[in-house]
Structures are given as structure tokens and as C-alpha cells.
T-cell receptor, first 113, second 113 residues
Framework: GENVEQHPSTLSVQEGDSAVIKCTYSDSASNYFPWYKQELGKRPQLIIDIRSNVGEKKDQRIAVTLNKTAKHFSLHITETQPEDSAVYFCAASGGGSNYKLTFGKGTLLTVNP | DSGVTQTPKHLITATGQRVTLRCSPRSGDLSVYWYQQSLDQGLQFLIQYYNGEERAKGNILERFSAQQFPDLHSELNLSSLELGDSALYFC????????????FGPGTRLTVL
């Protein structure tokens, strides 16, 4: 089955700096890659996603890149703010008749004011 | 607010007991997914239903079962509870028109004493 590795597990940056979180996946059939932000005790919230026919997608300060050949994708957050502090999860989904998500272990991002 | 609702928010019970968690998907979504989140295992897919039928199974124990009713709400039944079943249980929903995109409910925090 699919396996998703996520790095780093913790990331601390100064306000205004950029943050990059990287994930690799194992199943070449995976074709959908969402990123979720989760604050303590809350639901995972979708912040951006990318499909395998696209190499890059941007939404204001957040961008995701996908390299299908290398089977890795990354989340980039620019001009970080304290409210960006949370746990970020990457996930992969293989399509077919079900769209279950396989998640990475998460990255705790701390943005220091 | 994702539009996905879950009840109850918190559940405290004893080992050996049985509980039922309830999920109502977003209006129009036919698919419901259940995930378990624990500190040691992360976010793990349990089971998916689509329009009343089981579509995919993940790491779901035999003591756990689920169903989706004609009105599309879903219930996750956990029996013979053990201390290790303590976790956050999330349900998510998606529709075909939206592709794979899954929206998560607020979760049920289960504590087994």
C-alpha cells in the first residue's frame, strides 16, 4: 500500500521567514496530494491540494510543488505569521474506486514573533 | 466550519464497553471516511462508505464496524474497548463533483479508562 514520509517533524522559524515541508510517496498510482493544517484539538483543515497533472499551485502565501518522477511534493509558506503555527500534514490518494488518504506523520511548525 | 458534523464531541467510557460515533456529511456528499488519530499512529484511515455501501477498508480492527444509512449519515461502532482505543476519531466527506477533496468534521475524542 501507499507510504508517505514527511520531513521535518518539527520546524521553527522567525516571523516573516519562509517554511518548507517535504513529503515523499511510494505508490506511483497516487494522483492527488492535499495538505492539511491542524491546530491543537481541532479538525484537519485543507489548505491547498495538487493533482498529478499539475507541477505547481499557489494560493497567496502558500504554494505546493509536485515532482512525479521523484515521487515527492513540498509545501512552501512565505512571509510566515504566528497564526501559521500548527501541525501540517501531507497526504496522498491513489484514486480508483476509493480516495482514501494516506497521511504523513505531520510537521509541527512554530513561528516565533 | 466544513459542513461535516460529528457527535458526541467527547466520550469517556470504560474498558470492555461499546460506543457509537455519529457523522453527518456535507449536504450532497455521498462518500464518508473514518480516520483515527493517536499520538503514536498519527492519522490513519479506517473505512470508507459510498452511498450506503462499503468501498474501502484500512487499518480497522475487527472490534470496530461502521455503516452508512439511507440519509447518508454514518455511524462507527467500537466494541470491547481497550485503553489503546483512546484517540480522536474524525469523519470526512467528499463528492464526485469535487474529486478527491475531503472535508473533515470536528472529531470525537474517545477516552477509555
Amino acid at each position: 500500500g501507499e507510504n508517505v514520509e514527511q520531513h521535518p517533524s518539527t520546524l521553527s522559524v522567525q516571523e516573516g521567514d519562509s517554511a518548507v515541508i517535504k513529503c515523499t510517496y511510494s505508490d506511483s498510482a497516487s494522483n492527488y496530494f492535499p495538505w492539511y493544517k491542524q491546530e491543537l484539538g481541532k479538525r484537519p483543515q485543507l489548505i491547498i491540494d495538487i493533482r498529478s497533472n499539475v507541477g505547481e499551485k499557489k494560493d497567496q502565501r502558500i504554494a505546493v510543488t509536485l515532482n512525479k518522477t521523484a515521487k515527492h511534493f513540498s509545501l512552501h509558506i512565505t512571509e510566515t505569521q504566528p497564526e501559521d503555527s500548527a501541525v501540517y500534514f501531507c497526504a496522498a490518494s491513489g484514486g480508483g474506486s476509493n480516495y482514501k488518504l494516506t497521511f504523513g506523520k505531520g510537521t509541527l511548525l512554530t513561528v516565533n514573533p | 466550519d466544513s459542513g461535516v458534523t460529528q457527535t458526541p464531541k467527547h466520550l469517556i467510557t470504560a474498558t470492555g464497553q461499546r460506543v457509537t460515533l455519529r457523522c453527518s456529511p456535507r449536504s450532497g456528499d455521498l462518500s464518508v471516511y473514518w480516520y483515527q488519530q493517536s499520538l503514536d499512529q498519527g492519522l490513519q484511515f479506517l473505512i470508507q462508505y459510498y452511498n450506503g455501501e462499503e468501498r474501502a477498508k484500512g487499518n480497522i480492527l475487527e472490534r470496530f464496524s461502521a455503516q452508512q444509512f439511507p440519509d447518508l449519515h454514518s455511524e462507527l461502532n467500537l466494541s470491547s474497548l481497550e485503553l489503546g482505543d483512546s484517540a480522536l476519531y474524525f469523519c470526512a466527506s467528499s463528492d464526485l463533483a469535487g474529486g478527491h477533496t475531503q472535508y473533515f468534521g470536528p472529531g470525537t475524542r474517545l477516552t477509555v479508562l
